[in-house]
């Protein structure tokens, strides 16, 4: 398994069957909410395929991930399995972006491994 770093409090893992996104959102009351959307070789290539248009909208089926935004700014929202069922974002520019695609792409070739 590999780790690729996206931003300070998001990473991917590598597994078997595809991907697990982790996402660690901090409160101000100094408790976290922790995220794991686990993504399958086709999530993460139809994910990069979305993330190369002008205008970006994706979400996994499950209603666990949706990523919206375009070239300059990428909010990723994610979704609590259960309750309260709230949404944390957060918000990759720059450098986070080429990193998650990046990533996307690198987990995409461990298929053909």
């Not at 300070?8 to 100094?30: A, R, W």
């Not at 993330?51 to 070239?71: A, R």
Request: aromatic residues 8%; neutral net charge; proline residues 3%.
């Amino acid at each position: 398994m590999k780790t690729y770093i996206i931003s300070e409090n998001m990473k991917f893992v590598s597994n078997p069957l595809g991907g697990i996104l982790q996402y660690t959102c901090l409160s101000t009351d100094h408790t976290a909410d922790f995220f794991n959307v686990n993504m399958s070789f086709q999530s993460i290539n139809s994910c990069h395929k979305s993330l190369c248009k002008k205008t970006i909208t994706w979400s996994m089926s499950d209603g666990s991930l949706l990523i919206t935004g375009n070239s300059q700014n990428v909010t990723l929202s994610f979704r609590m399995a259960g309750p309260p069922f709230e949404t944390r974002e957060l918000i990759l520019e720059g450098e986070e972006i080429d990193n998650f695609k990046n990533a996307l792409i690198s987990l995409s070739q461990n298929k053909n491994m």
